[in-house]
C-alpha cells in the first residue's frame, strides 16, 4: 500500500525509481485521463449532433401534431360543408325555375281566392338579379275578413316554394263593418339558368376588359 509519506517522496524527474504500485497507479490515472480526454475530443461532435437531433425531433413532434389537428379539423369542415350544400339544395329545390314562374303566380293568387278574397290589385314588377337568384315583387291588395286575410298570409307561408309577404298594411274598408283590405308586397325568387348565369357574368365584366 502506498501511505501520504510515499508519495511526498517520489522524484517526479526520476519515475523509474518509484515503487511499483506507484507506477501502476500512475499508469491507470494517465490512461484513464488520456481515455477521457480523447472521448471528450472525438465525442463532442456526436453530442452536438445528438443535440440538434433532439430539436429536429421536436419540432416534427409539433408539425405532426398541428397537421393531425389540421386533419381533424379538415375532416369537420368536410362534414359541415356536405351539410351546407343539402341544405342549400333544400332550399334550391324551393326556388322556381323562369318556366314555372308562372305557375307560382296563379299559385299566389289561388290562394287568395280559395280564402274568399277578392284581389283588388294583383301587379308584377320587374326583376331584380342578385347573384344567381332573381327576385320578383308582386303588388297586391285583397279584401276579406279577418281570418281569411290571416288564413291567406298563412298559405303563403306553406306553398312549396319560397314567397314572402313584405310591407303589409291593413286597413277598414268603407264603409265599416264590410270587411278588412290588406296592401302588401309579395316577393317570389327563382335560379337563373345557365344562359342568364352566363349574360350576368359578361355584365359584370368592366367594359374596357380585354379578351385574352
Known amino acids: 500500500m502506498i501511505n501520504l509519506n510515499d508519495l511526498k517522496n517520489l522524484n517526479p524527474k526520476n519515475p523509474g525509481a518509484w515503487p511499483w504500485p506507484a507506477k501502476i497507479v500512475a499508469f491507470a ?29 421536436e419540432k416534427l413532434r409539433e408539425t405532426f401534431l398541428a397537421k393531425k389537428k389540421e386533419a381533424i379539423n379538415l375532416d369537420l369542415i368536410k362534414k359541415q360543408l356536405n351539410e351546407t350544400q343539402e341544405s342549400f339544395g333544400a332550399l334550391l329545390k324551393q326556388l322556381p325555375s323562369k318556366s314555372e314562374m308562372d305557375a307560382l303566380l296563379t299559385d299566389i293568387n289561388q290562394a287568395g281566392l280559395g280564402r274568399g278574397l277578392q284581389f283588388e290589385l294583383f301587379r308584377p314588377g320587374g326583376e331584380t338579379v342578385n347573384g344567381a337568384f332573381a327576385e320578383q315583387p308582386i303588388t297586391i291588395k285583397v279584401t276579406g275578413n279577418y281570418d281569411d286575410i290571416g288564413k291567406f298570409s298563412s298559405d303563403i307561408a306553406t306553398l312549396p316554394r319560397i314567397v314572402t309577404l313584405n310591407e303589409i298594411a291593413i286597413n277598414i274598408v268603407s264603409p265599416p263593418g264590410t270587411g278588412l283590405a290588406m296592401d302588401a308586397i309579395a316577393k317570389t325568387f327563382r335560379y337563373l339558368d345557365e344562359e ?17
Not at 342568364?196 to 385574352?212: H, I, L, M, N
Open 29 to 57: 490515472a494517465l490512461f484513464f485521463g488520456v481515455a477521457a480526454m480523447g472521448a471528450l475530443f472525438d465525442w463532442q461532435d456526436q453530442w452536438e449532433r445528438l443535440g440538434e437531433f433532439k430539436k429536429e425531433e
Open 196 to 212: 342568364e348565369v352566363a349574360a350576368q357574368k359578361k355584365s359584370d365584366k368592366p367594359a374596357g376588359a380585354k379578351k385574352k
